[in-house]
């Protein structure tokens, strides 16, 4: 949904002016806001303000003409376990297993946030030459959305058939290789040479990094966020994300603002390379497979790698035993 935004600005954006273009962003808004209000708040929020009649009427109206008693009565014992082993933020950086399910997310979303996409995507007509064979920067832009948009949908195909590890892996590969190149092409393009028959290729440089982007380093870590985070602190690990996320976004922007003004646009596109390395280191030494796993096993290979060796049911002290069997009753909603 993100991509198709963009897509829409990419779509509109050229032909408008900035105030027509500024009144077409906010209609996608608008529509919204008028039509949430008709969505009922969630059943879950009811339970826990102690309200059942309004979450049995929201979970009817979501849920359709079914009898919803028994799921209703499932979620009032998931809201009992979570209130009594809801996390503070001082367990999400003092609890061992927590911290380092943490630290994972945050080096994924560095990952993320630093190859550069986004910001690629907000200077893509200035970054992409005016004229590349019979067509406009604007096409060319035009084209790379709905591609990238078309990959996002196909790496939601492969996420569960493939594993996110491996489409990490994939992903951090093409944007390393996509990137390395079209870095040189500006770098020679910053010394004067004539490269006036090959602006394809950082078109096609930006073509295939948006298309390796959206394949794993994209959808990656939200999804990866939701699995490996338990439950009971995963509100509060959130916004510790959020505000991670929008510094490092905030710092990627400047950065690129920065390299164009004092070094070169092509030194943009070497750090976002050098990012994607350390996202293979990432994969290879501290990346869990979540796809298929359980809260508990996530939270067992968390404190393997703790620990540094494998672990059995025998080797845990009766207190680890009880976190895991809470974390994965708070997995699968049971008291």
């Given at each position: ?56 009427a ?21 809201a ?5 082993n ?72 492969l996420?569960?058939?493939?594993g ?26 910053s ?49 510790v ?59 067992e ?26 974390s ?8």
């Open positions: 949904m993100y991509l198709l935004g963009n897509l829409y600005e990419y779509i509109i954006g050229p032909y408008v002016s900035y105030s027509t273009f500024g009144i077409a962003s906010c209609i996608p808004c608008l529509i919204f806001a008028v039509a949430f209000l008709f969505i009922p708040e969630s059943p879950y929020y009811y339970i826990m303000k102690n309200q059942r009649g309004k979450a049995e929201s979970l009817s109206w979501l849920r359709g003409d079914v009898d919803v008693s028994q799921e209703l009565d499932a979620i009032e014992t998931y009992e376990t979570f209130k009594r809801r996390g503070s933020f001082k367990d999400v950086f003092l609890n061992e297993n927590y911290r380092a399910a943490l630290i994972r997310v945050q080096a994924v979303y560095s990952v993320q946030k630093l190859c550069g996409m986004f910001t690629v995507l907000a200077y893509l007509t200035v970054i992409i030459p005016s004229n590349v064979g019979p067509f406009t920067s604007e096409t060319c832009t035009l084209i790379v959305g709905v591609v990238v948009w078309i990959s996002t949908i196909l790496a939601t195909s996420m569960d058939r493939v996110r590890r491996w489409l990490f892996v994939v992903s951090n590969v093409g944007i390393i290789v996509t990137m390395t190149i079209t870095g040189a092409w500006y770098y020679l393009d010394t004067g040479s004539d490269l006036s028959g090959t602006t394809y290729v950082p078109f096609l440089g930006l073509l295939l990094y948006g298309i390796s982007f959206c394949l794993g380093v994209g959808p990656v870590p939200s999804l990866y966020q939701g699995e490996v985070l338990p439950s009971n602190i995963k509100a509060r690990a959130s916004a994300t959020t505000i991670w996320s929008a510094f490092v976004s905030i710092l990627n922007t400047s950065l690129f603002a920065i390299c164009i003004r004092y070094i070169g646009m092509y030194i943009n596109f070497f750090l976002f390379a050098a990012t994607s390395v350390f996202g293979l280191y990432l994969a290879k030494y501290h990346f869990i497979e979540t796809s298929g796993k359980t809260l508990q096993e996530i939270q290979e968390l404190t393997k790698r703790r620990n540094g060796e494998k672990l059995t049911n025998d080797e845990k002290s009766p207190e680890e035993t009880l976190h895991l069997h809470r994965n009753a708070e997995c699968n909603g049971e008291g």
